[in-house]
């Protein structure tokens, strides 16, 4: 499935991003959150795209892709890191390193569920920075109802 999303995200056909939509992309909060989403990304413009629910700022194989709708990872053993924008804000999000030089993002712990795939090539030592800058927008609309926990953690009753 993953390997799907990386041939589809980047291709660009007539200017748009082709971007397979996430199976619940049609969720209202979806909506919202394609609206708020920030007009640049890492220095680059929001493009359009084939898809409800998705925003990819860049072209090509520089894309950054944001799918909202996606289905919503259980627990795991991936690594699972938590963002704070400096506010206050945080969100929790699995990351997963995918062939071709690209890092996953999942939101934990919210449904609907969005993922960003970040290419090494737009930001080779922080792809953090990309969800980073969503954690605001996720935060507003995605209520969060579970959270990550490391090793000797356990979760809050």
């Given at each position: 499935?993953?390997?799907?999303?990386?041939?589809?995200?980047?291709?660009?056909?007539?200017?748009?991003?082709?971007?397979?939509?996430?199976?619940q992309a049609q969720d209202p909060v979806c909506a919202n959150i394609v609206i708020g989403a920030p007009p640049e990304m890492l220095g680059m413009s929001q493009q359009e795209t084939s898809s409800q629910g998705t925003v990819a700022w860049g072209r090509g194989q520089d894309a950054v892709v944001m799918r909202c709708g996606v289905t919503p990872p259980g627990p795991t053993t991936d690594l699972c890191t938590t963002l704070d924008d400096g506010t206050g804000t945080e969100v929790d999000w699995i990351v997963r390193e995918l062939e071709?030089?690209?890092?996953?993002?999942?939101?934990?712990?919210?449904?609907?569920?969005?993922?960003?795939?970040?290419?090494?090539?737009?930001a080779p030592d922080q792809p953090s920075a990309a969800p980073l800058e969503l954690t605001q927008l996720v935060s507003r609309y995605i209520e969060a109802t579970d959270r990550c926990i490391g090793p000797g953690e356990t979760a809050a009753e």
């Open positions: 499935m993953l390997s799907a999303v990386l041939i589809a995200v980047g291709v660009t056909s007539c200017g748009t991003v082709q971007v397979p939509p996430g199976p071709g030089d690209v890092v996953l993002f999942t939101t934990y712990g919210r449904e609907p569920a969005i993922d960003v795939t970040v290419p090494r090539s737009v």
